[in-house]
């Protein structure tokens, strides 16, 4: 049997269930918990799929440039790398967490309908199409799958305005971007006469393309990425967007969805960011392009970690957070080396893992209309919810990047690779807006340790989100403690 | 190249210009009467009744809704039926998946009602 | 006679419609037309990928295009429903009227 079969069976996994999970919704009748457990086994057998594929022998791809035609059946559309592997099975992995958060929230708010567990499904399909593209055809249906399903998400609570306000500006602008992404893709397309990534870098490397389109081109997909991971220009709908959806949604798009984002970030940047220097590339040398980058990446975590301190809502003020996260993970794409990529993994990784666990404790506690997510409501958590306050606490600490927990050593790496590369400055700016960062993360413990309040918020029941917040605080807690761990995992299966 | 288009430009010309001093002509020529039915607002001879801001069933929104996307599915099957003849049984297999997806969707839409008028 | 026109002018031509496609997403404020005008910007990319296609003989460019309707479809179903909802809650369809979310 040819290796590539076993090598795209995440993808051919997630399609599969995606369509069935739909049939499955459609003959189950009125049983909700079938369509559950069957995404939450769908997911499982994903990720299982891409843990197998890693134990093969997967081809280690840093260059598109350097790979030729060697997936035959997949007619080079996709690419079947470590990289690719392991973001895969996050990508599972942060749907399964929220599946199980899920569940007593979105009854809890309004309804459970069946379709919810469908869409997570198609969505987590859309991002394995992200992590596995090599075709720009490939990545443009992966985007557009997952922002497709995001739109729905985050309107889910349809009779709330918040809700369905958040889902139409995600719309609205999600849709935008997507043509400026078009746009840029088109005009690649248009330099370059191929639409397949290693060929383009290719033509690139070979100085075949013409120069006039592909800085347009580059210019136009930094800006639909931009919008898509919400970097500093165009950050402006990810704390609405965020804020209105509903939290575990939340909690999902600003993760899973994120680091999809990056992803095919750092797809279009490895095809298009020669580690060499090109003459002809004048306009959109690697050097510009970095440079470019550091710019909106220091712009980004600034604005966002300090846009954050005066927000009294904590959803929005995590939805601030957020923008700034971003803006660490593109340091490891202006890096632009193989530290400055694992530095992603490894960053992508611990921020999936305290970001769900922080949005799934503000979901267990908020109520039905989420009106109790301010500031002054969690006053004096440590009484009425110790071990959530606790909770949060650890997943604060670990956004804030202090260090026993996985959020330092996440910074750690990026940082380190900013510096390998000649971005010092970059690298002190985002010092400089993570000391900033503490004061908000800081100031909600001291408002949940250290001030009483007359009516806290009453005690919460957890049902299945105690899985995924153990999951979480494991995964926190573990690559805090052992980070070699996750660095010599990647190490072994590249 | 232009006298390649010549007989275009002249005819666009006539066009126009037919078209022009008709709607002069008949300006200075006719009479002018206003009568209700002359005045009011042209609804292919029926007399116009209520708003044309009325709401209408949600009913027909999804009908309509469905037929965007069921519609523009379609066109995938455009190239795959013109190279039929060269593209042989894999590409008759691989549509035939597509097929079964499109009707995993519509098996959906008619559990869930939504091809249910009332 | 065609084929003596420049592959230029096509783009130029798709870059003229984009751009007024963006300018209606950014100076209109009913959220039907704001999503017409993003029709259009993606249908002047559709543009350019058959010109380009065209110019240089290779099939990418349609197969790309006909993806693209695919999904612009898939996302006027959604856009339409979310638009849909909105008016049921604020009977409205102007995007300025829309703001609760604030900090």
Same mark, same amino acid.
């Given at each position: ?34 369509? #559950? ?17 890693? =134990?093969? /022998?997967?081809?280690?791809?840093? $260059? ?29 992995? %942060?749907?399964?967490? =929220? ?39 490939? @990545? ?18 349809? /009779?709330?305005?918040?809700? +369905? ?42 100085? $075949? ?24 220009? #165009? ?12 939290? =575990? ?28 220097? $090109? ?61 400055? *990529? ?5 960053? %992508? ?35 009425? $919810?110790?071990? @959530? ?5 650890? #997943?604060?600490?670990?956004? %804030?990047?202090?260090?026993? #927990? ?11 690779? %900013?510096? /390998? ?13 993570? +000391? ?10 001291? *408002? ?27 995964? +926190? ?18 | ?118 | ?34 999503? &017409? ?31 693209? &309707? ?34």
């Amino acid at each position: 049997m040819n290796q590539e079969v076993f090598l795209a069976m995440p993808v051919f996994l997630i399609s599969a269930f995606a369509v069935l999970i739909v049939v499955l919704d459609a003959v189950s009748g009125k049983n909700k918990t079938i369509n #559950f457990a069957f995404g939450i086994f769908s997911l499982l057998a994903t990720a299982g799929a891409a843990i197998y594929t890693l =134990t093969l /022998q997967v081809p280690k791809l840093v $260059n598109p440039a350097d790979y030729h035609d060697i997936f035959t059946i997949t007619k080079n559309t996709m690419v079947f790398s470590s990289y690719s592997a392991y973001f895969d099975i996050l990508f599972s992995l %942060a749907g399964i967490l =929220t599946m199980l958060a899920s569940r007593s929230f979105i009854s809890k708010g309004y309804h459970e309908y069946k379709e919810y567990y469908s869409i997570i499904i198609l969505a987590v399909a859309g991002m394995v199409y992200i992590s596995h593209a090599n075709n720009l055809l490939m @990545l443009f249906i992966g985007i557009e799958l997952m922002s497709i399903m995001f739109y729905i998400l985050s309107g889910y609570f349809r /009779q709330r305005i918040e809700s +369905v306000e958040s889902a139409l500006k995600y719309f609205l602008l999600g849709s935008f971007a997507s043509g400026f992404l078009l746009y840029g893709m088109a005009l690649v397309y248009g330099a370059t006469s191929s639409l397949e990534l290693n060929v383009i870098a290719q033509f690139i490397a070979k100085n $075949n393309f013409n120069a006039t389109y592909l800085t347009f081109g580059i210019a136009l997909l930094l800006i639909g990425l931009s919008f898509k991971i919400a970097a500093f220009p #165009f950050h402006q709908w990810a704390p609405d967007v965020y804020q209105g959806a509903p939290t =575990t949604v939340t909690a999902f798009m600003s993760t899973a969805g994120k680091a999809a984002a990056i992803f095919s970030f750092i797809i279009i940047a490895k095809a298009l960011m020669p580690s060499f220097t $090109n003459n002809a590339m004048r306009l959109v040398s690697t050097e510009t392009m970095q440079m470019i980058l550091a710019v909106l990446s220091a712009a980004t975590m600034l604005i966002g970690n300090i846009t954050a301190i005066s927000q009294k809502n904590i959803k929005r003020m995590l939805a601030y957070s957020s923008v700034a996260h971003a803006g660490y993970m593109l340091m490891g794409v202006v890096a632009n080396n193989q530290l400055g *990529y694992d530095g992603i993994i490894f960053y %992508a990784t611990s921020y999936l893992f305290m970001q769900i666990g922080a949005f799934i404790v503000l979901s267990v506690l908020e109520n039905k209309d989420s009106s109790n997510i301010n500031l002054d409501n969690f006053t004096g958590l440590r009484k009425s $919810n110790p071990y @959530l306050a606790a909770l949060m606490a650890i #997943f604060m600490f670990s956004l %804030a990047g202090l260090p026993p #927990f996985a959020g330092f050593f996440g910074k750690y790496y990026l940082f380190l690779a %900013a510096i /390998q590369s000649g971005y010092t400055w970059l690298t002190i700016v985002a010092v400089i807006s993570s +000391v900033i960062s503490v004061y908000f993360y800081i100031g909600l413990i001291v *408002y949940m340790f250290f001030k009483d309040s007359d009516n806290p918020i009453a005690k919460a029941e957890l049902k299945l989100s105690s899985v995924s917040l153990f999951v979480c605080l494991i995964g +926190v807690l573990l690559f805090g403690f052992f980070p070699s761990l996750l660095m010599n995992l990647y190490a072994i299966i590249k | 190249m232009i006298e390649t288009y010549l007989p275009l430009i002249i005819m666009l010309v006539f066009g126009f210009g037919i078209a022009v001093v008709f709607m002069l002509l008949s300006e200075w020529l006719g009479a002018r009467r206003f009568t209700p039915g002359k005045v009011s607002t042209y609804e292919s001879g029926m007399p116009p009744r209520g708003t044309a801001r009325e709401r209408f069933s949600v009913k027909f929104y999804m009908i309509a809704v469905s037929f965007i996307v069921f519609d523009v599915e379609v066109v995938f099957m455009y190239p795959w039926a013109v190279q039929l003849g060269t593209l042989g049984i894999s590409a008759f297999i691989a549509m035939m998946f597509f097929i079964a997806i499109l009707f995993a969707g519509y098996f959906w839409e008619l559990r869930k009602g939504g091809l249910d008028w009332d | 006679m065609l084929e003596s026109i420049p592959l230029e002018y096509y783009l130029g031509l798709s870059a003229i419609i984009f751009a007024i496609g963006a300018v209606g997403v950014m100076t209109r404020k009913n959220a039907i037309i704001i999503f &017409m005008s993003i029709e259009l910007m993606l249908n002047a990319v559709n543009l350019t990928f058959i010109s380009i296609s065209s110019f240089f003989g290779n099939t990418g460019g349609p197969i790309f295009v006909l993806f693209v &309707m695919a999904v612009a479809a898939a996302e006027a179903a959604v856009g339409l429903a979310i638009v849909l909802a909105l008016f049921r809650l604020k009977k409205t369809v102007y995007v300025d009227e829309v703001n609760t979310l604030k900090w």
